[in-house]
């Protein structure tokens, strides 16, 4: 089957490695293209590239049999391809996806046109619920996980300064992922622990808040911005941190958070109504604040980091929770839906 993966950009989000790993269970069995819906360049790209997939730059629907389509964003690319060939499209936001529906109109088109609609989880389902009611796409909800750190025999932490606590955080440095509250919390923190602490940000830099940038200008050594990096260096760092943090206003099912529990890393996360989907709890496998509250934000931090009996407790529970979901492989089920969509196209053919 020929296939083409629209993606979204080729720097490294979640979702763009999610499309990566679906794309090397793929091209084992078919021909398989990409293209990324913003032009540009990125650590993506050439992992893509070193699977032989060719780069495309527009959508020919006349050269495929089936177009999977990455991220909320690509809704009108979803609606004018699937006029000529079926399209699965599939869907990482949650709240966020909601809003840019609500500013970008013609995204929204994607879901009368769609043929199958796969998200992560059931909360995306209710977000996106009054866009389903009318949608003739089939709704699959399908958890992924990455498994980059089980393909390294010797994964080797990241070196870093001796009695230097690590506190690192993954992904665009941007308004909706909230680093600001991170280092304002960090901030908030006694002297004495404060000074301990290195705090590693990595992700592509688009925006922080002046008052955050300024303290990350003021303290290079203490707030450190790497930018984006390969995944494989990434899982180092987080196998060397002591914490990691996500403050985000707004996620479906971040990789991180499983990468860091497969690691034994305890993490600090915003209290999102998505994570109790997925099986996350405040003190049983995670520390959660409210968005925004860096008060508890900061007591969450230094609790993760001073209580050695919170950190194995919330680190074993965490490991718990992903070794059950690793039992269900997501590239098994998504191919198997790639061949149902084919398998329906060639029933339509037939006029049933």
Not at 111 to 120: L, R, W
């Given at each position: ?25 793929l ?25 032989g ?30 006029a ?13 996806g909601?809003?840019m ?7 929204a ?82 002297a ?43 899982l ?80 074993a ?36």
């Amino acid at each position: 089957m020929k296939i083409l993966l629209l993606n979204d950009e080729f720097y490294t989000t979640g979702a763009s490695i999610a499309m990566l790993r679906l794309a090397e269970r793929l091209v084992q069995n078919h021909e398989v293209s990409v293209m990324s819906r913003i032009e540009g360049e990125g650590e993506i790209k050439k992992k893509f590239e070193a699977l032989g997939i060719p780069i495309v730059k527009d959508i020919q629907t006349d050269a495929v049999d089936l177009l999977i389509a990455n991220t909320i964003l690509s809704g009108a690319h979803v609606a004018a391809a699937a006029a000529k060939i079926p399209v699965i499209w599939w869907i990482h936001e949650a709240e966020i996806g909601r809003d840019m529906l609500l500013r970008y109109p013609q995204v929204a088109e994607g879901f009368k046109h769609a043929s199958h609609i796969v998200f992560q989880t059931e909360f995306q389902r209710m977000v996106y619920g009054s866009f389903l009611f009318d949608s003739p796409a089939t709704v699959h909800v399908m958890p992924f996980w990455n498994d980059a750190i089980y393909r390294q025999e010797n994964l080797q932490p990241e070196a870093k300064t001796p009695n230097k606590k690590r506190i690192l955080s993954i992904g665009t440095i941007e308004p909706r992922k909230r680093y600001a509250d991170t280092i304002m919390a960090i901030d908030s923190l006694d002297a004495e622990l404060r000074n301990q602490i290195e705090c590693v940000f990595i992700g592509k830099y688009l925006q922080l808040p002046e008052g955050a940038r300024k303290l990350a200008d003021a303290f290079p050594e203490r707030y450190r911005m790497l930018g984006e990096l390969p995944n494989e260096v990434a899982l180092s760092y987080m196998a060397s941190a002591d914490l990691f943090v996500l403050a985000s206003e707004s996620e479906s099912q971040p990789l991180t958070i499983w990468e860091a529990f497969e690691l034994g890393v305890p993490v600090c996360l915003s209290d999102l109504e998505t994570y109790r989907h997925i099986g996350l709890r405040h003190a049983r496998n995670a520390m959660m604040h409210p968005i925004g509250n860096i008060e508890v934000l900061a007591a969450n931090v230094r609790t993760l980091l001073t209580s050695d009996g919170l950190r194995k407790s919330v680190t074993a529970a965490g490991k718990s929770l992903l070794l059950k979901n690793l039992t269900d492989d997501w590239t098994d089920r998504f191919e198997r839906l790639v061949y149902r969509v084919n398998t329906e196209a060639e029933i339509k053919k037939l006029g049933y």
